[in-house]
T-cell receptor, first 112, second 112 residues
Framework: SQQGEEDPQALSIQEGENATMNCSYK?????LQWYRQNSGRGLVHLIL?????REKHSGRLRVTLDTSKKSSSLLITASRAADTASYFC????????????FGKGTRLHILP | NAGVMQNPRHLVRRRGQEARLRCSPM?????VYWYRQLPEEGLKFMVY????????ESGMPKERFSAEFPKEGPSILRIQQVVRGDSAAYFC??????????FGPGTRLTVT
C-alpha cells in the first residue's frame, strides 16, 4: 500500500499566487521528502525534512511536518509558470529498510 | 559526480520479447531501488537491492520480473515475455543508506 497521500490531486492557480499541497502518511518515518516531476522527466528532489524538524525552507519552498498528525505541507510562494509539474511526497520509514514510498502526487498547473 | 544513469531512455518491445533495463547508481551508493510508474498513476515501489542482494522485492510481480545488482556493473531489471500492461516508465533510485534517494531519468518501456 502507498504510504504517502497528497492532497489535492490537482491544483490550478494564477501565476504569482501561493500553492499549498498536503501529504499524509501512515507509519513512523525517518524523514519526509518532496519531489517534483515534470512531464516526461525524472523526479527531482526538492526538500527533505527530518522527523525531528517542524519546518524547513528552501528558496520559495516551505515545508512543514506534523508528526502527531502524520502530515506535511509544501508551500510554493509566488508561483511561476515553470512550477507547473506533479509534486510527490515520499517517506523513508523507520520500520522499513531505507525504502521510499511515494504518494500519487499533486498535479500543479500555473495559469498565466 | 554523475547522477544516477538509466539506459535505455526509451525501449520498444513486441509482446513476448524480453526487456532489460539498466541502472547505474551514483558513485559510492550501494542501495538501488526500482519503481514503476503506470500512466495516470503514482510511482510504485518494485524492489530494493544492495550489492549482490535483494533486500525487498515485495512490489515485484511474481512472474516474469527479476532484478539483480551484481558486484560489478549496473543493476538490471529484467522483464521476460513482456505484455502490453508492462508499458510504463521505470525509475531507479540510489542511495548511500538512510535518507535521500537520487533518481535516474527513467526508462520508458513501450510494448507493442
Amino acid at each position: 500500500s502507498q504510504q504517502g497521500e497528497e492532497d489535492p490531486q490537482a491544483l490550478s492557480i494564477q501565476e504569482g499566487e501561493n500553492a499549498t499541497m498536503n501529504c499524509s502518511y501512515k507509519t513512523s518515518i525517518n524523514n519526509l521528502q518532496w519531489y517534483r516531476q515534470n512531464s516526461g522527466r525524472g523526479l527531482v528532489h526538492l526538500i527533505l525534512i527530518r522527523s525531528n524538524e517542524r519546518e524547513k525552507h528552501s528558496g520559495r519552498l516551505r515545508v512543514t511536518l506534523d508528526t502527531s498528525k502524520k502530515s506535511s505541507s509544501l508551500l510554493i510562494t509566488a508561483s511561476r509558470a515553470a512550477d507547473t509539474a506533479s509534486y510527490f511526497c515520499a517517506t523513508d520509514g523507520r520500520d522499513r529498510d531505507d525504502k521510499i514510498i511515494f504518494g500519487k502526487g499533486t498535479r500543479l498547473h500555473i495559469l498565466p | 559526480n554523475a547522477g544516477v544513469m538509466q539506459n535505455p531512455r526509451h525501449l520498444v518491445r513486441r509482446r513476448g520479447q524480453e526487456a532489460r533495463l539498466r541502472c547505474s547508481p551514483m558513485k559510492g551508493h550501494s542501495h538501488v531501488y526500482w519503481y514503476r510508474q503506470l500512466p495516470e498513476e503514482g510511482l510504485k515501489f518494485m524492489v530494493y537491492l544492495q550489492k549482490e542482494n535483494i533486500i525487498d522485492e515485495s512490489g515485484m510481480p511474481k512472474e516474469r520480473f527479476s532484478a539483480e545488482f551484481p558486484k560489478e556493473g549496473p543493476s538490471i531489471l529484467r522483464i521476460q515475455q513482456v505484455v502490453r500492461g508492462d508499458s510504463a516508465a521505470y525509475f531507479c533510485a540510489s542511495s548511500p543508506g538512510l535518507g535521500q534517494n537520487y533518481f535516474g531519468p527513467g526508462t520508458r518501456l513501450t510494448v507493442t
